[in-house]
């Protein structure tokens, strides 16, 4: 449910799982999200602090088992901290790629009493992705375009994240260039499937077209 709402808004999903098999069954959904970049706050229970690392009732290692499937991670050890890291978690997921998270609460601090921290004042995130184009780059690519022999535009989930305004632009680069597109599932909506240019979805049930023109 948390993905398909982050899907189908563009805002981040919110999970709420208890310790160990709860945290455990979450690892698929993480995967899945951080393939398709898809913005997930997963918050999970843990042990009382004191009791982790000593193999009590429902513990796992949480941060080390999402850590290949995420974004980011915490482990939140001080109630007046967790403030701060779900603002810097929703932070994490929404922004640059988006993709899924973790912030593992111990017991211990679940029921603790601490300070809230306001977003507008919370410390500042280390995190703080590109967002602009890199010029030398994008002029490679014009460069890499106008010299092609046989060129294909293969395009992504990576527009459809990037707004509506991203699928505008693309229109008019395959209307200006005249080039054939295709797209992976992710992409799909990018560009319509009704356009002149428009080869189908390339991969394992795209298109015979598309997939032996790539």
Same mark, same amino acid.
């Given at each position: 449910a948390a993905e398909g709402y982050a899907r189908s808004t563009g805002k981040a999903g919110v999970m709420l799982?208890? &310790?160990?098999?709860?945290?455990?069954?979450?690892?698929?959904?993480? =995967?899945?999200? !951080?393939?398709?970049?898809?913005?997930?706050?997963?918050?999970?229970?843990?042990? +009382?602090?004191?009791?982790?690392? &000593?193999?009590?009732?429902?513990?796992?290692?949480?941060?080390?088992?999402?850590?290949?499937?995420? %974004? @980011? /991670?915490?482990?939140?050890?001080?109630? /007046?901290? !967790?403030?701060? #890291?779900?603002?810097?978690?929703? @932070?994490? $997921?929404?922004?640059?790629?988006?993709?899924?998270?973790?912030?593992? #609460? +111990?017991?211990?601090?679940?029921?603790? %009493?601490?300070?809230?921290?306001?977003?507008?004042?919370?410390?500042?995130?280390?995190?703080?992705? %590109?967002? =602009?184009?890199?010029?030398?780059? #994008?002029? $490679?690519?014009?460069?890499?375009?106008? /010299? $092609? %022999?046989? +060129?294909? !535009?293969?395009?992504?989930?990576?527009?459809?994240? &990037?707004?509506?305004?991203?699928?505008?632009?693309?229109?008019?680069?395959?209307? !200006?260039?005249?080039?054939?597109?295709?797209?992976?599932?992710?992409?799909?909506?990018?560009?319509?499937?009704?356009?002149?240019?428009?080869?189908?979805?390339?991969?394992?049930?795209?298109?015979?077209?598309?997939?032996?023109?790539?």
């Amino acid at each position: 449910a948390a993905e398909g709402y982050a899907r189908s808004t563009g805002k981040a999903g919110v999970m709420l799982v208890t &310790s160990g098999p709860g945290a455990t069954n979450a690892v698929t959904p993480l =995967q899945d999200a !951080l393939m398709d970049s898809i913005p997930l706050v997963c918050l999970t229970g843990q042990v +009382p602090t004191s009791l982790i690392g &000593s193999d009590a009732f429902q513990e796992c290692d949480t941060i080390g088992i999402t850590r290949p499937c995420t %974004k @980011h /991670n915490w482990l939140v050890k001080d109630v /007046n901290e !967790l403030a701060a #890291i779900i603002h810097e978690a929703f @932070h994490v $997921a929404t922004t640059g790629r988006p993709g899924p998270v973790v912030v593992d #609460i +111990p017991k211990d601090v679940q029921f603790a %009493k601490g300070m809230y921290v306001p977003p507008q004042t919370a410390p500042r995130t280390s995190y703080q992705p %590109k967002v =602009q184009g890199d010029l030398e780059k #994008i002029k $490679a690519a014009v460069e890499l375009m106008a /010299n $092609a %022999k046989r +060129p294909i !535009l293969y395009t992504g989930g990576g527009v459809i994240n &990037s707004g509506p305004e991203a699928s505008h632009l693309l229109r008019e680069l395959v209307d !200006l260039t005249g080039f054939p597109i295709t797209s992976t599932l992710m992409g799909l909506g990018a560009y319509p499937a009704s356009g002149k240019n428009w080869m189908g979805m390339l991969g394992m049930h795209g298109t015979y077209e598309a997939n032996m023109a790539m």
